[in-house]
């Protein structure tokens, strides 16, 4: 079985991308499973974005089992389990857009911007009448309202599940069935992310049990954020390593230091690792400038 890191190569990744990727890699090792890369990259692809990433993990002492794997090379498989949830009856056509979605009204038991089912019951004709006007996404019939995950951390997690899109309309796989596909194809039984993507943790495990998939442990791990308690990104100053070494940073010592856990390198921080040692608060970043140490809480 195995833990996995799973960056989109759209760009460099920033401390706390780092952070979560060292903080998957302690889970896996120290739980005795194999550590998988897979680069997701269906979407937006930066030229020389790839390398990079594996440079800097590397760079951390962050290593993995096999080959690099890359979603866009899993088509197959992933037609392959659309065309199973076709043949079950479990999808339909949707001619929503984003914003249409968004302007609706949710139905009670699903969040706000959660699809309201407004192209479940179309008839043939009305789709047919649809179909001329924008190429349709291709959306599950969810068959549950919510489902429960196990987390690591947080225990169990009972979120809302919706009718979430398979294939968009432009025929592009969809992150959610994707990401779930290729987990059980490499064997992952543990996925350590984000706690921003905890939410969607519920219907990922629902579509994996559809499809007859094992459903994975989840551990949501806190994101950085910046100063002003948003989402730490590349605008917020030196936050790549390449930039945080310029400015003469440790990058490793600094992650480190804000996990509580020793160094001088990742190997003795795995053997002082322990899951439930591990701060459960958001680590706030304040980037460095040029001779000052960089701040974090």
Known sequence: MAGRFAPSPSGDLHVGNLRTALLAWLFARSSGRRFVLRVEDLDRVAAGAEQSQLDDLRALGIDWDGPVLRQSECGGRHDLAIGQLVEQGRTFECFCTRREILEAPSAPHLPPGAYPGTCRDLTEAERAVRRAERPPALRL???????????????????????????????????????????????????????????????????????????????????????????????????????????????????????????????????????????????????????APPAGR
Do not use: C
């Open 141 to 291: 019939r969810a068959d549950v309202t919510e489902w429960t995950v196990h987390d690591v951390l947080h225990g169990d997690f009972t979120g809302a599940v919706d009718d979430l899109v398979l294939r968009r309309g432009d025929g592009v796989v969809a992150y959610n069935l994707a990401v779930v596909v290729d987990d059980a194809a490499q064997d992952v039984d543990q996925v350590v992310r984000g706690d921003d993507l905890l939410t969607s943790a519920p219907r990922q495990a629902h579509l994996a049990s559809l499809l007859g998939l094992p459903q994975p442990e989840y551990a949501h791990v806190p994101l950085a954020l910046n100063a002003d308690g948003r989402r730490l990104a590349k605008r917020d100053g030196a936050v790549t390593r390449i930039d945080l070494e310029t400015l003469g940073v440790d990058v490793l010592a600094m992650i480190l230091d804000s996990l509580h856990l020793p160094g001088p390198d990742a190997t003795a921080a795995l053997r002082a690792f322990d899951p439930s040692a591990l701060p459960r608060s958001a680590w706030i970043v304040i980037p460095p400038t040029r001779g």
